[in-house]
């Protein structure tokens, strides 16, 4: 599928706890400028209307009519139904609602609900990171390309989103790559988002005896760390480097589960260059055998010389028996763990516009 080769506008919806903000893509662009409004997620009528009267407001900007809503929400859902279920930042949503009826009955088009960490992914499949790397790949007139991919979000909570073969991977009941409630190997009595999430570098933050301030948000916490000065910095730094250590061990089951390179996203990855080292070395690491834990050669792409060393890692050539022609052998077959070079928000956005023209080339519209 190409999204920028494709005229149908699809109006989309960033749902966050505080704010909702409408838009609307064509050829995998902003079609009008971005509406944001109050979510007041506590009052459902409230709610339901706000989202009614931002997507009309959306509609009137446009010169063309949309083909159909496509957006993420975060949290439990029904999402082939377009019910939603428990939501904490949305409490008005308990329960369930039928949000996705609810909007076809009003805009009499196609309305489509996703799982934020989904569309994610299938926005870095399709317009972030994959295409970027398969073009250096053909630059370098390598034969081998990338088609499968993880998304990770890193944030409030941990997401992830699954793509095999240009597809979205979605599982029995949509509920596929729910790594945040994954078992933690290295604090075994919580589930890995405990140890990969905004209150885990808090937390980790707050319990070293040393610190002397508290109630400080990730992104404080990042600027202490930066400044090598500060009573603090080295505390600051742990706490990502535990994010990061909890983070690797994650990040190697995903690997080794499905055979697929990783491209992270969310506010936290502004803070890499002190949770990645540490991600990294428990990829790289070993168990007590001296086994490799990683099976593959593995590659952060953020890394100029690793990013290097993963372009140019190509099958070689080998004689096979009865045959006159050599045959190409990958003995170093490699994936790449990168962050996101579009940000999140711009490929949840593309994610959900790429799934609707999906939805509805299936359906013969």
Known sequence: MNIYDDDRIVMTLDAGGTNFVFAAIQAGKEKVEPFTQPSNGDCLNTCLSG?????????KSLATAPVAISFAFPGPADYKNGVIGDLANLPAFRGGVALGPYLEAHFNIPVYIRNDGDLYTYG???????????QELNDKSQTNRYQNL?????GTGLGAGIIQNGTLFSGENGMAGEIWNTPNSISPHQNAEEGISTRAIIRSFESNNNVTEYNLMPADIYEIALDDSH????????AFVDFGTHLGDSLTNLILLFDTSIVLGGGIVAAKSFFMPAAMKVLKGQFS?????????????????QKAKLLCNSPRLISAQGHTDKIEYCDSPALFVATSKIGCSQAVALGAYAFALSQLDQAGK
């Open 51 to 59: 989202i009614v009267a931002g997507f009309e407001h959306v509609k």
């Open 124 to 134: 870095e499949a399709l317009g972030g990171i994959l295409p970027s790397i398969n």
């Open 150 to 154: 993880i998304g990770v979000t890193l």
């Open 231 to 238: 009573a603090n910095c080295a505390q600051a730094k742990q």
């Open 289 to 305: 055998n001296g086994q490799n834990r990683i099976i593959q050669s593995l590659y952060y792409y953020d890394d100029p010389d």
